[in-house]
């Protein structure tokens, strides 16, 4: 049995596609010939981007570039309707674009919690409803979004995202039901401690919040993960492509963990 995508002629929308996860799930895409529409704020990392994507063999697939602050409800609008005047159609949505900040809890403030929550809880479940409804006519629909495994594993320093990542995980199961019933298919995938520049940032906001250095910050993290590997961005998105294939056509509201096997509960 050869695993065959068959996701060619599709199109995508990526969030946060300028670099990390995102990055690497919008390369991937492209490579298996899906139009791909990235959407994130730095236009210098977008034109980046786009040209590291262009220079991949593919099979004809196309990538834009979307400026978007998607903390803003009318730039998620600008996404889907960019996409849809572009490429007619929207058969996959990449929820990605998320930036909470570390830190101590005592030392946290209110805009903390509320940046947090605004860029990646409301704004995964906005791109839901703005994408849904043209899925929805066309009868099929394939979503993953990239959540994190503090949603289900909460650490002191890091509560502003992993209660916006805890009430995505809910969202995501909750909102599969309904889903369904238009063949649309919704799927999260929580990664660990995955090599990308968010990681970098994390762990130096994590040394900052307790004193030690961001070597020590690195070694305690690689020490607490029982197979003692950081994740590479394209694992995620080697899961995100099947997730989004047939080969997963029976799967919906699951959520898969890359961790390394460090989630300590069932
Ligand atoms: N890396 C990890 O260890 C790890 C672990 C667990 C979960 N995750 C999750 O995986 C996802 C991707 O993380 P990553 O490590 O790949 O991050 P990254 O390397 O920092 O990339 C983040 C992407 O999101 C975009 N972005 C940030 N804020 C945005 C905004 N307001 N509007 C639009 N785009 C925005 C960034 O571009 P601009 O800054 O130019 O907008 C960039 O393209 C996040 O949801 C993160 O929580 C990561």
Redesign the pocket.
């Known amino acids: 049995m050869s695993l065959e995508l068959k996701l060619s002629g599709k199109t995508a929308i990526v969030?946060?596609?300028?670099?990390?996860?995102?990055?690497a799930t919008a390369k991937a895409l492209y490579s298996e010939g899906v139009n791909v529409a990235i959407?994130?704020?730095?236009q210098e990392?977008l034109d980046r981007a786009v040209a590291e994507i262009q220079s991949l063999p593919t099979p004809g697939a196309k990538v834009i570039a979307i400026s978007?602050?998607?903390?803003k409800a009318e730039d998620i609008e600008k996404v889907v309707s960019t996409t849809l005047a572009q490429f007619n159609q929207i058969d996959i949505l990449i929820n990605?674009?998320?930036?909470?900040r570390a830190g101590s809890f005592l030392e946290s403030t209110d805009d903390l919690f509320l940046d947090a929550w605004n860029?990646?809880l409301l704004g995964y479940i906005r791109l839901v409803r703005a994408v849904v409804p043209h899925q929805k006519s066309r009868g099929d629909g394939r979503i993953v979004n990239?959540?994190?495994?503090?949603g289900r594993t909460p650490r002191p320093n890091f509560l502003a995202?992993g209660t916006s990542n805890a009430a995505l995980l809910n969202f995501t199961k909750g909102i599969s039901k309904e889903l369904a019933e238009y063949k649309i298919r919704i799927n999260a995938i929580?990664?660990?401690?995955?090599a990308?520049?968010?990681?970098e940032?994390?762990a130096r906001q994590n040394a900052q919040a307790q004193g030690i250095t961001v070597e020590e910050v690195k070694a305690q993290n690689i020490q607490s993960i029982p197979l003692k590997r950081i994740a590479q961005?394209e694992e995620i998105a080697a899961l995100a492509l099947f997730l989004v294939s047939d080969l997963a056509a029976s799967i919906t509201g699951t959520e898969i963990i890359v961790d390394g096997g460090s989630t300590p509960g069932v």
């Not at 959407?39 to 730095?42: E, I, K, L, Q, T």
């Not at 990308?196 to 990681?199: S, V």
């Open positions: 969030t946060g596609g300028s670099a990390g996860i995102g990055l959407a994130s704020r730095n990392r978007a602050d998607l903390t990605n674009a998320g930036s909470a860029l990646k990239i959540i994190g495994g503090a995202g929580s990664p660990g401690a995955t990308t520049e968010r990681a940032t994390l961005p």
